[in-house]
């Protein structure tokens, strides 16, 4: 049963402290997208990659925020250093573009508490 | 103004009622999706639509691209169905990558 994974499930760190949380989509998804879910803003899209090549990033604080794509197998969203304001639940999708685009999967997300 | 808009905000229902959630949309889309939030849970995508109807089970989904608007339904709801509701759209002025949600709707089912 293909799944998007992630990890941490859940990480509570200090304030100032680096956060990296990992993604790995579905195998053969070309697509990888990082959000972030809070009770103020809803869902909201941090940044995206397609062929593991950083598509848009502009939702993302340019300044304590970094996404990459080390390989087709993992994505990494680092958050350094991190605050209070980070706490959020970020989660990760995937999908196929091509001709025909395919159902979006989400994973289970990262639940970040920062103190 | 929000471009994606749903409602209603809050939905209770005693079990086997029809349900039909609503969402409006201002611009133009390649792609329309319902996802399904269950409480502390993960986001599952139901359904994606860029035109007529899609049925799984007890859920069907409409879009009307003309109106910019497009329904959820759930027959024979049920305690399980119990979960937000997000509409999303992929914006065609964004090279349709990019999802716009709603603000969702908390469904409650009770027995």
């Known amino acids: 049963d293909a799944r998007v994974t992630q990890t941490p499930r859940h990480k509570v760190t200090e304030m100032g402290q680096e956060v990296t949380m990992r993604c790995q989509p579905i195998l053969g998804h070309n697509t990888v997208f990082w959000y972030r879910q809070t009770m103020m803003q809803g869902l909201e899209l941090l940044a995206y990659?397609?062929?593991?090549?950083?598509?848009?990033d502009s939702g993302m604080p340019k300044d304590r925020f970094s996404a990459e794509m080390p390989d087709a197998t993992l994505a990494t969203l680092k958050i350094q250093p991190s605050e209070p304001r980070d706490s959020a639940v970020y989660f990760c999708a995937s999908d196929k573009r091509g001709p025909i685009t395919g159902e979006l999967f989400f994973g289970e997300g990262s639940r970040l508490t920062v103190l | 103004k929000n471009e994606v808009e749903q409602s209603p905000q809050n939905l209770t229902a005693q079990e086997g009622e029809f349900i039909t959630i609503n969402c409006s949309y201002s611009?133009?889309?390649?792609?329309l999706h319902w996802l399904q939030q269950h409480p502390g849970g993960g986001i599952v995508s139901l359904f994606m639509l860029s035109s007529g109807k899609k049925k799984h089970g007890r859920l069907i989904a409409t879009i009307n691209i003309q109106e910019k608007h497009s329904s959820l339904h759930i027959t024979a709801s049920h305690p399980r169905d119990s979960a937000v509701y997000i509409c999303a759209v992929r914006l065609i002025e964004t090279s349709g990558s990019r999802l716009t949600f709603g603000e969702g709707t908390q469904l409650t089912v009770n027995p």
């Open positions: 990659f397609r062929n593991r090549a950083p598509l848009d």
């Open positions: 611009v133009g889309i390649s792609a």
